[in-house]
């Protein structure tokens, strides 16, 4: 899963990155409006944290813009306590939820976590897959109940294979949303963490549609 923060306070912008980042998340980052628009505009983020009290263009108007263009992932605006108009007119733009500052990270990461499993269909933080069980809120991912070690970007992958299980991923897809955009991108390195991961599970959930990408179902005898 791919996320945005625009923020223009540097402790708080690396505080939310981090802390992001530590839950598994790939973030990038954006300082001012303009830049955070330019990004959300051009780049497919699973979620966007954005600050409304902005240099070069509020976070109000980055979000109608996006809107008014037809982009739909969820957003999480951050605003100042106790300015109720600042969350109204959040939502009149188009937000999907809000925190107000100050608040504890652990919200803002809960948050995040039901914006994006909501904006792919699903109302529970823990995925199945036959015998294969992922848990977004503690990162932990079991077979048959057996715990399974997977790095982050292991995680990531199969994380976004949950959250949109029952249609073909493609790899390209999968390169926009587990890299960040400095990241220099190779679809071919998919395959082979995809190689990894059904290696660590043991069991073949994880389908190669050949052309066009993979999908996530149980094994035969577990339909
Ligand atoms: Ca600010």
């Known amino acids: ?37 330019f990004l959300g505009e051009s780049e497919p983020y699973d979620a966007v944290i954005l600050d409304i009290g902005l240099p070069k263009m509020d976070g109000i108007t980055v979000l109608e813009a996006w809107r008014r263009t037809g982009r739909t992932m969820p957003v999480l605006i951050l605003t100042a306590r106790d300015r109720w108009s600042d969350k109204v007119q959040g939502f009149d733009a ?15 990461l809960a948050r995040i976590r039901a914006l994006v499993r909501r904006s792919a269909g699903h109302a529970k933080s823990e995925f199945t897959c036959g015998s294969v069980r992922l848990d ?23 994380s976004y294979l949950m959250h949109h299980n029952g249609r073909v991923v493609s790899r390209t897809e999968l390169v926009e949303h587990l890299y960040d955009q400095d990241f220099d991108r190779d679809s071919n390195t998919i395959e082979v963490f995809v190689g990894r991961i059904r290696k660590k599970l043991g069991i073949d959930v994880i389908q190669t549609v050949r052309g066009l990408g993979y999908l996530l179902t149980p094994p035969a005898d577990a339909r």
């Open 1 to 37: 899963m791919r996320l945005l923060v625009v923020e223009d306070d540097p402790d708080l912008n690396r505080q939310l990155t981090t802390a992001l980042t530590d839950a598994g998340y790939v973030v990038d980052r954006a300082f001012d409006g303009e830049e955070g628009h």
């Open 94 to 108: 188009g937000a999907d939820d809000y925190v107000a500052k100050p608040f504890h990270l652990e919200e803002v």
């Open 136 to 158: 977004t809120r503690t990162g932990r991912v079991s077979v048959d109940g057996t715990p399974v070690k997977l790095t982050s970007h292991e995680y990531r992958l199969l």
